[in-house]
């Protein structure tokens, strides 16, 4: 999505500059407006303004001496897809369809030319040619793989312009969106990741294991920006050894302006269906009559020359070009061809030559690959924090993936050809999901219109209804799998890793008078705890029937006797236990634990410390649980976000970063309150902070071993204005470094990630492993995968690692974006984590499996005493 749109293309071989242009220009763009095209706009990329920064690093007479050696000039057309920004999402998907038959018709129409002059277009998005290729007839599938074969026509390997939260199955997903026959009968060859900020190593391993060698990227400087100077390439190592070629190319939205000096665009982001805009007529840009052609040439040598003296020297230049319609989910422009053709008709040099994303990837790693770098390590993205808008929606979303997991547990069965197709079109939702667009361009200036709602509607709901679709998968997979194994009650742990927890449902599950369970293979009889809960359509009939949490009132949820306990120890990873509930108490019920660790408590009895028997030190720190919220003080903050951001030096980031940012704890508005039961001991307190109408944590310890759970539920108010919200987790590690993975691929922030790359938070699979000599403590988050360390970090623009990383702080919730996510999440949200210590971890444990089953809870499922009709297993249950 481009963000803003500049007058000037980017300034060459050298990190953007960020300096103030003339006060006319500079009151405009800090609050948005495009002085050309009157469009709204951020100041990400008018900072990127070439003219209004040549004095930064070279005089005129510098250009002038400076020998131009760029020879040609690839360029490369394609329309940057987000799903939606621009339109509806169906409205993009249905666009991006009719986009792909004009660059096949405009191929066709050109295939006889000179190479060079012919039409050339690319695919950015996979999946848009995937819409495409469904509904195509064979004569027009034979046309694509023919133009695609002559080099007119280019797919990318990767399914969309992802962010970095994608699980192992999307990123194998990503590279497989289209069937294997159809790949191989295209033949794709290059993948491309624009807008988006980094990838995730797990991306660049799923190309090379699909043959790919090659990504291009086209990065939106926006409140971020390319780890290295652009244009440029490097290989990226992966820890087997392959590499893959990496060109950061110009911004993608820039090839025209190294043309024309001023957007042709207007404004501010015009819908397709507005009949007032429309897409340039054939030679409105690139116009080719002489005098149009040497202004065209002049403006390029000019732009040109500003990369050479920036140090620039390889005898091939790539542009990027999209369309100006909107620049984003844009049409081909057949036009282009007669502008090339006519460009080098007239003997004009540098050669213009139209290509694919593929044949320029090829020729720069021919020409830049014997002298880029080599780096290693992740590739974190700055607009990951985008994301976490949505706090409800990524819980989801992360819901749907462990229920998805869970369902292909061996423990249910080999899996059927249906339930894998099953999982495939959830998997999709959830890749969509993870694309890098949550809203339309005005999503949070105008964040209540219709437009708005509708975008973040359809986006939501490929979070909402893979969660629903995956849950009842899992369920099906337990009905149809368990119901043979009789009567009872069944605790199935369907993930890798031993369990031990309460397991809790609801009364109304039983249909006796139970309290106990009894073992049937061991005699062992087990309690049934009863504790307050949610009796459904139950109206409250006073104050005490609700808990503090219970806003709308509508049904008491604070009844006794509504929620059922039963103790699981030690359940096996990938098995199950089966219990026989009774009406009678247990004569010689299973002993409960005799440790109790020893917990130190602050003035509020909130836990400080917390040590078992043999630990030499605590589980946590003081703070461990707190909650603190970063807001923005002054006018017009999301304009004083952008200042801090664009800020070059690191003294006067940090001095308005104290004086805009505001550090908010949450404070105790009561005592804790401390239960015990056999098993273990609860922590639970009341927090406040004028963000939120109510907080509530709960901190659960476990009495026979090192482990603590804890929750947060709490409500936020509406508000448009721009927060952080985040919860801390301090550790007694001292400098141990955090261990943590993106999609599996483990990595250790600061140190293994590539250069220049983000800092300030990483996007991560849920947890964080620190070790040192007095064991290992393991953090994990099941709805919050957004973290950083020691500090906040908001707007840090981190060069370095902190001071201390004991501390990690989970990002729940960050508003900080003025367009495309989301302005204001709110009402409950609800985030899980656990903690555990251990002397020592096998070598053979996987870090990935331990997290899985620390967030889940065993499915549970009662059987009747006979069997279920053998209609509902066929039809219903079946998955």
Not at 96 to 114: E, G, K, Q
Not at 303 to 329: A, C, E, K, M, S
Not at 546 to 555: A, L, W
Request: proline share 8%.
């Amino acid at each position: 999505m481009i963000r803003s749109i500049t007058e000037r293309p980017a300034l060459p071989c050298q990190s953007p500059p960020r300096r103030k242009l003339d006060d006319s220009v500079h009151r405009d763009n800090r609050v948005g407006v495009d002085r050309v095209s009157g469009s709204r706009v951020g100041r990400g990329l008018i900072r990127l303004a070439a003219f209004a920064a040549i004095a930064a690093f070279a005089s005129p007479t510098a250009f002038a001496q400076s020998p131009m050696p760029i020879k040609e000039v690839l360029l490369v057309h394609f329309a940057h897809t987000d799903f939606g920004y621009t339109d509806q999402p169906e409205v993009v998907r249905e666009l991006h369809r009719h986009y792909v038959d004009i660059a096949l018709d405009a191929a066709w129409a050109t295939r006889l030319r000179p190479e060079g002059d012919r039409f050339c277009w690319t695919i950015e998005s996979q999946y848009t040619f995937a819409d495409w290729w469904k509904t195509a007839a064979p004569a027009r599938r034979a046309e694509f793989v023919e133009m695609f074969r002559a080099g007119q026509l280019d797919v990318s390997a990767l399914a969309v312009d992802a962010t970095p939260y994608m699980d192992r199955a999307e990123w194998q997903l990503m590279t497989h969106w289209i069937p294997d026959d159809v790949w191989k009968r295209v033949g794709i060859q290059s993948g491309m990741q624009d807008d988006v900020n980094g990838l995730p190593r797990a991306g660049a391993i799923a190309l090379l294991d699909h043959g790919i060698n090659r990504l291009w990227t086209g990065i939106n400087v926006d409140l971020g920006g390319a780890p290295q100077k652009t244009p440029s390439a490097f290989w990226w190592k992966m820890p087997d050894g392959r590499r893959l070629f990496v060109w950061l190319g110009v911004p993608y939205s820039e090839g025209y302006h190294f043309f024309a000096p001023h957007n042709w665009r207007r404004g501010p982001l015009p819908a397709a269906s507005d009949p007032l805009y429309r897409p340039p007529a054939p030679e409105e840009i690139f116009e080719t009559d002489p005098a149009s052609l040497q202004t065209e040439h002049d403006r390029l040598m000019q732009q040109l020359q500003q990369y050479v003296v920036g140090g620039y020297h390889y005898p091939v230049f790539v542009l990027p070009f999209t369309n100006q319609w909107r620049i984003d989910n844009d049409p081909p422009y057949p036009s282009i061809v007669n502008f090339v053709a006519a460009w080098n008709r007239a003997g004009l040099s540098p050669r213009i030559r139209l290509v694919t994303v593929t044949e320029a990837l090829r020729q720069m790693e021919k020409i830049a690959g014997a002298d880029s770098p080599e780096f290693t390590g992740e590739f974190p993205d700055w607009w990951a924090n985008g994301t976490m808008s949505a706090p409800q929606a990524v819980s989801a979303s992360r819901l749907a993936k462990s229920y998805l997991a869970e369902a292909a547990s061996p423990v249910f069965g080999s899996p059927s050809a249906a339930f894998l197709s099953e999982v495939d079109g959830v998997n999709r939702d959830l890749v969509l999901f993870d694309e890098h667009t949550f809203g339309s361009g005005s999503s949070v200036a105008f964040p209540d219109s219709l437009d708005t709602l509708g975008q973040f509607a359809e986006k939501s709901l490929l979070a909402y209804a893979p969660m629903a679709q995956a849950r009842w998968l899992l369920g099906k997979r337990a009905r149809s799998a368990f119901d043979s194994k009789g009567e009872g009650f069944f605790a199935i742990n369907a993930t890798p890793d031993p369990w031990s927890g309460w397991v809790k449902f609801n009364v109304s599950a039983l249909r006796e008078d139970d309290v106990s369970a009894v073992d049937p293979s061991t005699g062992a009889c087990y309690p049934l705890e009863f504790t307050n809960g949610l009796k459904s359509f139950t109206s409250p009939l006073n104050p005490d029937e609700i808990t503090p949490e219970n806003s709308s009132q509508v049904f008491a949820d604070n009844l006794p006797g509504q929620t059922v306990s039963v103790w699981i120890d030690s359940l096996p990873g990938n098995s199950s236990r089966h219990l026989l509930f009774s009406p009678k108490p247990c004569a010689n019920a299973v002993a409960p634990s005799v440790i109790t660790p020893k917990i130190d408590v602050d003035e509020k009895g909130w836990p400080v410390s917390i040590t078992w028997p043999g630990m030499s030190t605590s589980l946590i720190a003081p703070g461990f649980g707190d909650l603190v919220a970063v807001k923005v003080d002054g006018f017009a903050p999301r304009a004083k976000i952008h200042e801090i951001s664009d800020m070059t030096d690191a003294a006067k980031r940090q001095a308005a970063r104290e004086q805009f940012l505001k550090e908010i704890p949450a404070s105790e508005s009561a005592a804790a309150t401390r239960t015990e039961n056999p098993h273990s001991v609860v922590y639970t307190q009341t927090l406040s902070e004028s963000s939120f109408g109510w907080i509530t944590r709960r901190l659960e310890i476990w009495r026979d071993e090192p482990r603590a759970r804890i929750e947060f539920k709490f409500s936020r108010l509406s508000s448009d204005l721009p927060e952080a919200v985040f919860a801390s987790f301090p550790l007694p590690v001292g400098a141990a470094a955090p261990k943590t993975s993106n999609a599996g691929v483990p990595f250790v922030p600061y140190t293994d990630q590539i250069p220049g790359s983000c800092r300030d938070y990483f996007a991560t699979d849920g947890w964080v492993h620190y070790t040192n000599s007095q064991g290992h403590w393991f953090w994990v988050s099941r709805d919050a995968p957004l973290v950083t360390f020691g500090e906040t970090n908001v707007l840090a623009r981190r060069t370095d690692a902190p001071s201390h990383t004991n501390r990690v702080l989970a990002m729940l919730f960050n508003n900080f974006w003025y367009t495309n996510f989301v302005a204001n999440s709110t009402g409950e949200m609800d985030f899980q984590f656990d903690l555990v210590w251990r002397p020592d971890l096998p070598a053979s444990l996987s870090e990935g499996d331990l997290a899985v089953t620390l967030s889940s809870d065993p499915v549970l499922l009662i059987n009747p005493s006979g069997p279920t009709d053998k209609l509902y297993l066929k039809w219903l249950f079946q998955p």
